[in-house]
T-cell receptor, first 115, second 118 residues
Framework: AQSVAQPEDQVNVAEGNPLTVKCTYS??????LFWYVQYPNRGLQFLLK??????LVKGSYGFEAEFNKSQTSFHLKKPSALVSDSALYFC?????????????FGAGTRLAVHP | NAGVTQTPKFQVLKTGQSMTLQCAQD?????MSWYRQDPGMGLRLIHY???????DQGEVPNGYNVSRSTTEDFPLRLLSAAPSQTSVYFC?????????????????FGPGTRLLVL
């Protein structure tokens, strides 16, 4: 069965420090991986995705993610965190078994950036 | 483009009542879906559609009904509300998946409907 795990419920970072939000996946076939961000009382916003190609994917708001096939990971990173990055972050993988666009989401990681 | 819109933003129901959550998109997307978001559980797929007249069940379909009469609209119906359906509901849309990837498979989400069932 395909799945996504976000091992940390919350990540705390000081403003200006680098941040990492972890994601591991289990999928049959080539993984199609996504990161979304949810600000309070808002819908999910697309940040970036990995389909194929370079293992380092750059996305919106200065975020990037590194695809690591051997470790089945797709960690979200940012070199210098901002207080405004505080939000709920979701990793997702496309469910190939469905044949369509179904996404399987992780439970989410709350990022708190402190001044 | 308005993107994906949802109404209402917030609703309170009594157990046993029925209601319809509205979802519309103006991006001519074939794929539309409904998720529910519960604390600590991420988003779970309720129903989805790959085009007008075609719907299918997701992970947690019980107690919900959908139809897709037009490309733009994908309403979600709660047949007889239960407290377990208290949640935040998100509608999303995208183009259809194409092997090798592209931009069409990125899903865009509406702002959500917060539902409380008493």
């Amino acid at each position: 069965a395909q799945s996504v795990a976000q091992p940390e419920d919350q990540v705390n970072v000081a403003e200006g420090n680098p941040l990492t939000v972890k994601c591991t996946y289990s999928v049959s076939g080539n993984p199609y991986l996504f990161w979304y961000v949810q600000y309070p009382n808002r819908g999910l916003q697309f940040l970036l995705k990995y389909i194929t190609g370079d293992n380092l994917v750059k996305g919106s708001y200065g975020f990037e993610a590194e695809f690591n096939k051997s470790q089945t990971s797709f960690h979200l990173k940012k070199p210098s965190a901002l207080v405004s990055d505080s939000a709920l972050y979701f990793c997702a993988v496309r469910d190939h078994a469905g044949g369509y666009n179904k996404l399987i989401f992780g439970a989410g990681t709350r990022l708190a950036v402190h001044p | 483009n308005a993107g994906v819109t949802q109404t209402p933003k917030f609703q309170v129901l009594k157990t046993g009542q029925s209601m319809t959550l509205q979802c519309a998109q103006d991006m001519n997307h074939e794929y539309m879906s409904w998720y529910r978001q519960d604390p600590g559980m991420g988003l779970r797929l309720i129903h989805y559609s790959v085009g007008a007249g075609i719907t299918d069940q997701g992970e947690v379909p019980n107690g919900y009904n959908v139809s897709r009469s037009t490309t733009e609209d994908f309403p979600l119906r709660l047949l007889s509300a239960a407290p377990s359906q208290t949640s935040v509901y998100f509608c999303a849309s995208s183009g259809l998946f194409v092997a090798g990837g592209g931009n069409q498979e990125t899903q865009y989400f509406g702002p959500g409907t917060r539902l409380l069932v008493l």
